[in-house]
C-alpha cells in the first residue's frame, strides 16, 4: 500500500513508472482516483487501474489536438477540448469501453481550458477566441458567453462553493464569474505575464495561479487582488499548479523542465518564496513541465512534458 506524499517525505520522492505519448497538455485523476487520463496531440488514453504499456481506453475523436481535458465530480464522464474548437463529453462508465455522449459547438477558435462545476451540472470552457462559455451537461447547450479577456483564455477552474468560476488569460488577467452570470467579469487578479494554469484549494478557499512571469501565487478565493503568497518558482515560466487531496502540498511545474513540490503552511506563513524554499525538485523531464495532477489518496503525482512522457512519482 502507498504512502501518501506529505511535507515530511516530500524530499524522497522518486519516479516509479513513465510512459510516452504524444505532445503532453494535461493529465487529470478521476474522483476515485482509479484512473488517469493523458491529453495529448495524438488524442486522450486513459490507463484504468494501470499505468504503463498500452492503455486501457484510447480517444481520437477530435481533428486537432487535444488541449485540455476534466472528469466530472461522480467519474462518469470525461470532457476534451480541442483546437479543433469543440468540447466532447464522453460517458467513460460503461465496460464496453468509451462512448461520446455530446459535441459542444460554440467556440470559433482553438479550445483550451475546461473544468467543471462541482455540482457537476454545468461545464466550463475557454479559448483562444476570449471567451468564457458555461455548458448545460444534460442539454449539451451552452447557456452563457463571458465576455472581458482580451486575449487568448488559457485557464479555468471552479471554486467548491458559491456559483464562483475563475479564468486565466493571455491578457495577464484573472477574472471572477458568477455562474448565473452573462456579462462582465471583474478582474480579480493580474499576473505580470500570461496565467497558464488556475486551480482551487480542496477547501474551496484559496485559489493557485501559475503564469508564464514565473511565479505561481495563491490568492484569498474571496478577495480581490489579495495575494497570500507569491512563490518565485520556477525561472523562464510557471505553467502548471496542483494542490493535493488536503490541500497541504502543492506541485508545480515549469520551464526549467522541474517539478516542485511546497509545504502550504509554510507558504501562508512567509508569503513569499524561491525555489531554495521548495520541498523538493523532481528531475528528469528533458523540456518544460506543462501539467501535474496528484490522485485522490495523495500517493501518487503525475506529471506530463513537451518531451512526451508522463511520469509517476511516489515515495514508494
Known amino acids: 500500500m502507498r504512502t501518501s506524499i506529505n511535507t515530511q517525505n516530500a524530499a524522497g520522492l522518486r519516479q516509479i513508472a513513465q510512459v510516452k505519448c504524444g505532445w503532453i497538455t494535461c493529465v487529470t485523476w478521476s474522483p476515485d482516483g482509479a484512473t ?3 491529453a495529448s496531440a495524438n488524442g486522450v488514453r ?6 504503463g504499456g ?3 481506453h484510447t480517444i481520437d475523436g477530435h481533428n486537432g489536438h487535444v488541449k485540455a481535458i476534466a472528469f466530472s465530480p461522480d467519474g462518469a464522464r470525461l470532457a476534451s477540448v480541442s483546437a479543433d474548437t469543440y468540447a466532447k463529453l464522453w460517458d467513460i462508465s460503461s465496460k464496453g469501453g468509451v462512448h461520446e455522449l455530446a459535441k459542444l459547438v460554440g467556440h470559433t477558435d482553438s479550445v483550451d481550458a475546461v473544468a467543471f462545476t462541482p455540482d457537476g451540472q454545468t461545464l466550463i470552457t475557454g479559448g483562444a477566441d476570449q471567451r468564457v462559455r458555461l455548458w448545460n451537461i444534460e ?6 458567453t463571458l465576455s472581458g479577456h482580451e486575449r487568448e483564455v488559457s485557464a479555468v477552474t471552479a471554486a467548491m462553493r458559491g456559483n464562483l468560476i475563475f479564468s486565466g488569460a493571455w491578457d495577464h488577467t484573472i477574472r471572477v464569474w ?3 452570470a452573462e456579462t462582465g467579469g471583474a478582474v480579480f487578479a493580474r499576473h505580470e505575464s500570461w496565467v497558464r494554469d488556475l486551480t482551487v484549494n480542496p477547501a474551496g478557499t484559496m485559489l493557485a495561479s ?12 474571496y478577495e ?3 495575494p497570500y503568497a507569491i512563490i518565485n518558482a520556477h525561472p523562464g515560466g510557471a505553467d502548471c499548479v496542483a494542490f493535493n487531496h488536503d490541500g497541504s502540498l502543492l506541485a508545480t511545474g515549469g520551464r526549467d523542465l522541474s517539478v516542485r513540490l511546497w509545504d502550504v503552511h509554510d507558504l501562508l506563513t512567509d508569503a513569499r518564496a524561491g525555489i531554495h524554499d521548495a520541498l523538493a525538485a523532481l528531475e528528469g523531464h ?3 513541465v506543462l501539467t501535474v495532477a496528484f490522485n485522490a489518496a495523495g500517493t501518487l503525482l503525475a506529471s506530463g512534458s513537451g518531451d512526451n512522457t508522463v511520469r509517476l512519482w511516489g515515495t514508494n
Open 36 to 38: 488517469l487520463a493523458i
Open 46 to 51: 486513459i490507463y484504468v487501474g494501470q499505468f
Open 54 to 56: 498500452q492503455p486501457t
Open 139 to 144: 442539454r449539451g447547450q451552452s447557456y452563457a
Open 178 to 180: 458568477d455562474t448565473a
Open 210 to 221: 501559475a503564469s508564464k512571469d514565473g511565479t505561481v501565487c495563491l490568492w484569498d478565493v
Open 224 to 226: 480581490t487582488n489579495t
Open 286 to 288: 528533458q523540456k518544460p
